[in-house]
Every structure is written in structure tokens, then in C-alpha cells.
């Protein structure tokens, strides 16, 4: 474990580095290790956008600096294509509409994607010496999806596993007209909703817990879970319905070193968000805390994803007061180079 100590690793304030955009492109690792030491982080939570492209001198220039490192990857999809096998348009999540946003959502109920994930993570994981790993966004789109239209898995891979567990096929999403319409069939669409929760777990545990997942092969490396937390009404039964996502469930079956709670986008796009919009997340911290009260907690927040919305470092120093005032374990955020002065 490099040295680093246990609590170094999961307690305090952390941030979330992308080293393929080009602000850190044509540097040396050195000095992108000294600027985030530099700014107070001593955690970073290393964004792996393609398993195959990870910078170790960059692991290695953190760690000289007493620095642990995350490895933090995608787990519904992918920015980018060009690292996964020829036939991967095959593992597309089906969707009531293609938002044609960039992101390629991959079904979690395709076998050949889920043993190509395992198999990536844990080569990850032995290749480099990360400290923890963590799959971030393992969950369903989308918030309000059915209305918005933008709403998966529907596809061939989902309306089989439905079939094979439940014995029935996937409700109507679409047409208010059909019998096996969502909102027509509630027994039907309380067991479809039950099965993407599990589905979302199912897939987490297996990276992580499967035979020759990521702890097979890296016994000593830390573990975190992430869900989404919204400041919304009923957002605990919004988030389990829309998106697959039950934290209390994810953990208990994962067993991990320390959860997250993913600021979703609902929130951190508002312009004018306050820095102790958190206070808003107790519903959700308040479950988890009451089934693991001893489990490490942290909070994720988004500075800068939107130019209209950057943070303030007066804004993010507020923000972490915030969150040390809830009790919570340690934050980070998105990303390290997009906030603002």
C-alpha cells in the first residue's frame, strides 16, 4: 500500500483529476504532483477514461509526494470507444431515444461486457499501483428518464434477463395506450424496478468480488462505492425508481471501505447553487449511517463541468465546512482544473 496509512487513504479533503484533458498535457508529472500538493489535496481520485491509457509516472510522481491515489472508472459506459473490442456497438444499452450526448452507455446485463470490464479493472489494478478503486456512475440513466425520453436498458440484453429472472416481459414505456404500459402494470413495474437495483449491485459486486475481479487480485486495495444523492421530493424513491440506484443495498452486498455520494446534475448545474445545498443529502446520508454507522462517508461535488456554473475556491472552502459540519468523512470534486479562483 505504498506506505500510506489507512486513514490517509480515505479521510480528507480529495479531488478528482482527469490527466487527458490538456491542461495536463506537455507537463511532467512532477509538476502536476506538486500542484495538487501545492493546493491542499492529498488524495486524488484518478479519472480512467480508457483502462489501457494510465499514466504511471503520474501515479508515481503522487506517491513520492505522500499522495494516495484513486482509481476511479466509469461503469455504464464510455467516452471513449477506441480501447474496447471491434464488436462493442454490440454491448449498447438500449434506450427509449439516443441522446447523442458523447457517451456510450454499455447494457450491465451483456455478459461479454461485463467479463471484458472485470478483466480490464483487474488488469488495471495489477498494472498499477493504485491505492483504491471505485466505480463511479454504475447506474441506470436517467433522472426524470421515462418523460424525458432518455431512459435504459430497454434493450435485447435487459428484456432477456427480465424474462429469465421474473418470467415476464419489460413494461411499455411509450404508449399510455398499451396494457403492459408501465403505470397500468404497477405489480409488473414494481418487480422491474427491484431488478435494476439488483442488476446495478450485481454488476459493482462482480467487478469488484467476482472470481478474478479486482479483490482477487489486489487483496489489499481499498474499495469505494458511489450512488447519486438529489435535492429533491421522495429523492431516495426517485433515485431506486429511475436510475437502479439503493446505496444501503449497493454496500451491504459490496462491502466497501467507504461509500460516496454522487451530486447529481439536477444540482450541480444550477448557477447560483448554494454551498450548503448538502444539507439537502441528509435523507440519503441518514439511511446509510443508521445500517453502517461505522462505514466511512464521503461527498462528491462538480466545480466547474459547465462554464456557466464554475465554483469559487471561496465557494469550495464553504462547501467543505459544510460538509465536516454533517459529519461526513471526506469530499471531493469534479475537476481539479476547472474551478475557479
Not at 495536463?24 to 500538493?37: F, M, P, V, W
Not at 424474462?163 to 414494481?190: R, V, W
Not at 452486498?253 to 461509500?259: A, E, N, Q, R, S
Request: glycine share 8%; proline share 5%.
Amino acid at each position: 500500500m505504498n506506505g500510506i496509512s489507512t486513514k490517509s487513504i480515505l479521510l480528507g479533503p480529495s479531488i478528482q483529476i482527469d490527466p487527458l484533458f490538456p491542461y495536463y498535457l506537455n507537463r511532467t508529472a512532477e509538476s502536476i504532483a506538486d500542484e495538487i500538493k501545492n493546493a491542499g489535496y492529498l488524495i486524488v481520485h484518478y479519472f480512467v477514461v480508457d483502462e489501457y491509457n494510465v499514466s504511471s509516472d503520474l501515479i508515481g510522481a503522487f506517491h513520492k509526494r505522500g499522495i494516495t491515489v484513486w482509481a476511479m472508472v466509469i461503469g455504464n459506459g464510455t467516452f471513449d470507444t477506441r480501447h474496447l473490442p471491434t464488436h462493442w456497438q454490440d454491448w449498447r444499452m438500449g434506450m427509449l431515444k439516443d441522446p447523442k450526448d458523447g457517451f456510450e452507455r454499455l447494457s450491465l446485463f451483456a455478459p461479454e461486457y461485463i467479463g471484458w470490464k472485470k478483466a480490464a479493472l483487474s488488469r488495471l489494478v495489477q498494472e498499477y499501483p493504485f491505492d483504491g478503486i471505485e466505480i463511479a456512475e454504475p447506474y441506470f440513466p436517467e433522472w426524470d428518464g421515462i418523460q424525458r425520453g432518455i431512459y435504459g436498458d430497454v434493450g435485447n440484453f435487459a428484456s432477456a434477463a427480465f424474462h429469465k429472472e421474473c418470467g415476464m416481459d419489460i413494461p411499455n414505456f411509450t404508449n399510455k395506450q398499451a396494457s403492459n404500459y408501465y403505470l397500468n402494470t404497477p405489480e409488473i413495474y414494481s418487480q422491474w424496478i427491484s431488478f435494476r437495483v439488483r442488476a446495478v449491485n450485481g454488476f459493482v459486486d462482480e467487478m469488484i468480488n467476482g472470481v478474478d475481479g479486482v479483490r482477487s487480485v489486489r487483496p489489499d486495495i481499498r474499495v469505494a462505492t458511489w450512488s447519486l444523492a438529489v435535492n429533491s421530493p421522495n429523492a431516495v424513491e426517485k433515485i431506486k425508481e429511475w436510475q437502479g440506484v439503493d446505496a444501503v443495498s449497493m454496500i451491504g452486498l459490496v462491502k466497501p471501505d467507504i461509500h460516496f455520494l454522487q451530486t447529481h446534475w439536477p444540482d450541480w448545474m444550477q448557477r447560483l447553487l448554494s454551498p450548503d445545498y448538502v444539507k439537502g443529502y441528509q435523507v440519503f446520508a441518514s439511511q446509510i449511517r443508521a445500517t453502517y454507522p461505522s462505514l466511512p462517508l464521503g461527498i462528491q461535488t462538480d466545480i466547474g463541468s459547465l462554464s456557466a456554473m464554475v465554483r469559487s475556491r471561496e465557494w469550495l472552502n464553504q462547501f467543505q465546512n459544510t460538509v465536516y459540519d454533517l459529519g461526513y468523512d471526506t469530499w471531493s470534486a469534479y475537476e481539479y482544473h476547472l474551478g475557479g479562483q
